[in-house]
Every structure is written in C-alpha cells, then in structure tokens.
C-alpha cells in the first residue's frame, strides 16, 4: 500500500516549485486537452482529478470556458497554486482512490499523471467511470514502468537495489483495463546536462516518494556518476487511457460464430441485467421463429425486429435475394428507460450491407461488446480474431462470455493473448427453460462485473 500522507506532503513541499521544472507533465496534459477538445463536446460538468498546480484544468477551462470545473488533489498546497489560476472552479482535497462525488455528475473526468499513485488503479477508473454521465469521456495519462529507466539501470549498474516507486506493467494494465476503449503508450525523453539535475527536478516536482530506503550518500554519487556515463536522459512511458460511457445503458452481445450460444446468453445477461432485449436484424424466419420469439418465451420484454429477412443467410446476402437494400441509418435503438440487451446477427465480422458488418453496426449504435464464443478446440484461434476484428473498428469490447465444458486452458490463452477479460463461462444448460436461465442469470452477477455502467 502506498503511503497517501508522505505522497500528499512530498506534493505539497513542491507546490511552489513544481510548474517551474513540470516541462513533461505540461507537455502531456496540453496534449490531452487538445484531443478532448477535438472529440467536439460540450460539457457542462469536467472533473479534473489529481490536478495539482492546475495544468490540464487550466487547458480544459480553455477549450470550454462554460463548463464548471471541478478540481481534486491530495496535496492542499497544490490546489492553493491553482486556485489562483482558476478563481471560479470549485476544489476538494481528496484521495483519488475514495472521491465522495454521485454517480453520474460529470460530462468530462480527467487526469494527466497523478493515478501512478493509486494502489489499484483499474478499480479505481471503475470507480471514475461510474461518474460520467451517459455519453460522457473518461481521459487519462499515467506513468508506466519503465520511466527514469536510465536512472534505474544506473543504480543497478552501481550495485545497488533501485530506490524508485512502482510503476504499472503495461502487460498487465492492458489486461486489468480490458474494459475502456483504447490505451495508446508513448515514450518521451528528457535529457540533462548533469545527473544530479535530475535530482533536483523530482524534488521539484514532489515525485522522490520511493518504495523502500533512500540511497545513502555515497551510493546515490555513484549512480549518478553510471546515469550520467549512460547519458544522463530521463524517460517517461505515458499511457493515455480512454473510455467513453455509450448514451444508453447496454450491451451489443456478437459472437465469434453463429449458432455459438449468443441467443441464450443475450437471455442471460437481460435477465441479469434488468434489460429488455432488441435483435435489430434477423435472418432465416422461413426456418423457424427467430430469437425474439425465445426471448419472449423465457419471460422477457422484447422490441419487434427493425429488419426480418427469410434465408438463414448473412443480412447482406439475405437481402440481395429480397431485392432489399440495408444501410447503418435503417437502425436506431428503441426507446426505453431500461437497459438494452441487443443481439447481432451470427459472428462480430458477419456482413450487414456492402461494407459494414456486425462490428460497425455496434459502433453505429454506441453500445460495448460482450463476445460470445465456444470453449472447445480452436476457440484460441477463432476468439482472437474475432477480438482483433472488434477492436480494428474501434468497438469497445467489454469481456468475452466462454460457452460448453470448462477448459481452463483456453480460457488462460483468451484471456492473457486477447487482453480481454471472461465475463463469465457457462455450461451447457440440461433443461433451457426460463427457470434455468434465471437461474444462471441470479448466480453470476454480470451486473457487477459490468456494473460502472449498469
């Protein structure tokens, strides 16, 4: 557990010092306002969250000067720095990781390098997630390990253990933020005419907090003397880390195949939920019913189809034999104070007109994606293709739903190559019936595994 008092005092110390050597941390946070300003929206509520000295809020104030800005530090000598800038913002002295703010009470979170120093980090952009309002923008940079690893190979090299803070593994960040829409990593260097220049900007900045001792003396001259024979360069790995909250609560379930169990688990997860259920288009009604007719038979409230075709053949090839022509315009969701469960048609990659499929037509919609696939062999190949597919459109991919006999194995593979997370993995049901699915829908708490958007 990092220690919040001696991070929050370190901040505090270097309030009056920091802009002076924050050359890297303006640079950044000036970047992220320029890409929020370029998404074109119009808040009225921004959260800026770790906001120190006020860099980035100063930019966001800019780029929308009628929004009310909000302004969130541990360190209170931090915010008294950027009161000053930012007269009419409101300001609260508050850990990251605990904000007392509603759910639902921004347009715009931010933060530009500070939730480094939060002890869980994906819990917590959960947790800042669940602030936005529907249709809002969560923007984060943040420190990646990696960062002044100069200076750490040049205590090393000096035989000493590195005195340095925590970082979080890239690796392993992409997998626990399976859930936001994209992390983008750059690194940026910053070079130095002597090694102990170094020095004296992290204690400008208020960032020498370290995970054990500090280095004696002697030992720190020796490995300035190795960082500067390196070249006296100080790196930072950033990743910036978006999600954006979709304008209605709800999932578009798609699947690596047809007929891989999408229909029973869209049941599953509208039950769960508390949804109501939506198959925008669906084909081979001269075969049977159609899924809308099941999910109507396992108890629950479903919206009439906008497109019903006969062949049980992709949209596409389906509405060429009926002379119909479909377009991403013939599609808009129902109207509902519910959560939307909508289910595409066969796999994410399925064709819907001459150049859109299942993946656009979620895009089109605005909803994440739960990807159904089997757990029996070729699963690996079959289910990362298919997340590679989603994520090339830029589909925001919630988690994968595993459907047959548990197979660990696969799942580890899915789980650790896709960078994705299982949402669940279901069995095959003995009796499908409504009781079953309830059943199976009361024991698996999807709510909770989704739940900073349900």
Same mark, same amino acid.
């Given at each position: 557990?990092?220690?919040?008092?001696?991070?929050?005092?370190?901040?505090?110390?270097?309030?009056?010092?920091?802009?002076?050597?924050?050359?890297?941390?303006?640079?950044?946070?000036?970047?992220?306002?320029?890409?929020?300003? @370029?998404?074109? +929206? =119009? $808040?009225?509520? #921004? !959260?800026? /969250?770790?906001?120190?000295?006020? &860099?980035?809020?100063?930019?966001?104030?800019?780029?929308?000067?009628?929004?009310?800005?909000?302004?969130?530090?541990?360190?209170?000598?931090?915010?008294?720095?950027?009161?000053?800038?930012?007269?009419?913002?409101?300001?609260?002295?508050?850990?990251?990781?605990?904000?007392?703010?509603?759910?639902?009470?921004?347009?715009?979170?931010?933060?530009?390098?500070?939730?480094?120093?939060?002890?869980?980090?994906?819990?917590?952009?959960?947790?800042? @997630?669940?602030? +936005? =309002? $529907?249709?809002? #923008? !969560?923007? /984060?940079?943040?420190?990646?390990? &990696?960062?002044?690893?100069?200076?750490?190979?040049?205590?090393?090299?000096?035989?000493?253990?590195?005195?340095?803070?925590?970082?979080?593994?890239?690796?392993?960040?992409?997998?626990?933020?399976?859930?936001?829409?994209?992390?983008?990593?750059?690194?940026?260097?910053?070079?130095?005419?002597?090694?102990?220049?170094?020095?004296?900007?992290?204690?400008?900045?208020?960032?020498?907090?370290?995970?054990?001792?500090?280095?004696?003396?002697?030992?720190?001259?020796?490995?300035?003397?190795?960082?500067?024979?390196?070249?006296?360069?100080?790196?930072?790995?950033?990743?910036?880390?978006?999600?954006?909250?979709?304008?209605?609560?709800?999932?578009?379930?798609?699947?690596?195949?047809?007929?891989?169990?999408?229909?029973?688990?869209?049941?599953?997860?509208?039950?769960?939920?508390?949804?109501?259920?939506?198959?925008?288009?669906?084909?081979?009604?001269?075969?049977?019913?159609?899924?809308?007719?099941?999910?109507?038979?396992?108890?629950?409230?479903?919206?009439?189809?906008?497109?019903?075709?006969?062949?049980?053949?992709?949209?596409?090839?389906?509405?060429?034999?009926?002379?119909?022509?479909?377009?991403?315009?013939?599609?808009?969701?129902?109207?509902?104070?519910?959560?939307?469960?909508?289910?595409?048609?066969?796999?994410?990659?399925?064709?819907?007109?001459?150049?859109?499929?299942?993946?656009?037509?979620?895009?089109?919609?605005?909803?994440?994606?739960?990807?159904?696939?089997?757990?029996?062999?070729?699963?690996?190949?079959?289910?990362?293709?298919?997340?590679?597919?989603?994520?090339?459109?830029?589909?925001?991919?919630?988690?994968?739903?595993?459907?047959?006999?548990?197979?660990?194995?696969?799942?580890?593979?899915?789980?650790?190559?896709?960078?994705?997370?299982?949402?669940?993995?279901?069995?095959?049901?003995?009796?499908?019936?409504?009781?079953?699915?309830?059943?199976?829908?009361?024991?698996?708490?999807?709510?909770?595994?989704?739940?900073?958007?349900?």
């Amino acid at each position: 557990m990092k220690d919040k008092r001696a991070i929050a005092m370190a901040f505090g110390r270097a309030a009056a010092s920091y802009d002076a050597v924050a050359e890297v941390q303006t640079h950044v946070a000036r970047g992220l306002a320029r890409k929020l300003a @370029a998404l074109g +929206l =119009r $808040p009225r509520a #921004v !959260l800026d /969250v770790g906001a120190g000295t006020g &860099g980035l809020a100063v930019e966001l104030a800019r780029a929308w000067p009628d929004a009310l800005l909000s302004l969130v530090d541990l360190a209170p000598p931090m915010l008294d720095v950027a009161r000053g800038k930012l007269p009419d913002a409101e300001f609260l002295v508050a850990d990251a990781e605990d904000l007392p703010m509603a759910r639902e009470s921004f347009d715009v979170v931010a933060s530009s390098m500070a939730l480094q120093w939060c002890d869980d980090l994906a819990g917590t952009l959960r947790k800042l @997630a669940g602030l +936005l =309002r $529907p249709g809002g #923008v !969560l923007a /984060v940079t943040t420190l990646l390990d &990696g960062t002044w690893g100069s200076w750490r190979a040049a205590q090393i090299d000096a035989g000493l253990v590195p005195a340095m803070q925590k970082l979080p593994d890239e690796a392993e960040l992409r997998r626990e933020l399976a859930f936001v829409s994209r992390i983008e990593v750059e690194t940026l260097l910053r070079p130095y005419a002597r090694g102990r220049q170094f020095l004296r900007d992290v204690a400008r900045l208020g960032a020498g907090v370290r995970d054990g001792a500090a280095l004696a003396p002697d030992d720190l001259a020796r490995a300035v003397v190795r960082f500067e024979a390196m070249g006296a360069v100080a790196e930072y790995r950033v990743a910036t880390i978006w999600l954006q909250r979709p304008a209605r609560a709800g999932v578009f379930v798609s699947g690596t195949d047809t007929d891989v169990g999408k229909t029973v688990m869209s049941a599953v997860l509208t039950h769960a939920l508390g949804a109501e259920y939506w198959k925008p288009v669906q084909t081979g009604l001269s075969e049977d019913a159609g899924d809308s007719a099941f999910l109507r038979r396992m108890g629950l409230r479903v919206h009439p189809n906008a497109l019903e075709l006969q062949a049980f053949l992709s949209p596409y090839a389906a509405a060429v034999l009926e002379n119909k022509r479909v377009s991403l315009a013939d599609f808009t969701l129902p109207e509902t104070d519910l959560p939307l469960v909508v289910e595409g048609a066969g796999g994410i990659a399925c064709p819907l007109d001459e150049t859109h499929d299942m993946g656009d037509l979620a895009l089109h919609l605005g909803l994440p994606v739960v990807l159904v696939a089997r757990t029996a062999l070729g699963t690996i190949n079959h289910t990362l293709l298919a997340i590679e597919h989603a994520r090339a459109r830029g589909v925001q991919l919630l988690g994968v739903i595993l459907v047959g006999h548990e197979n660990s194995s696969n799942r580890a593979e899915i789980e650790r190559r896709g960078n994705v997370q299982i949402l669940l993995e279901c069995p095959y049901f003995e009796r499908l019936d409504q009781e079953s699915i309830v059943s199976m829908a009361r024991s698996v708490h999807l709510r909770e595994r989704l739940g900073w958007q349900f």
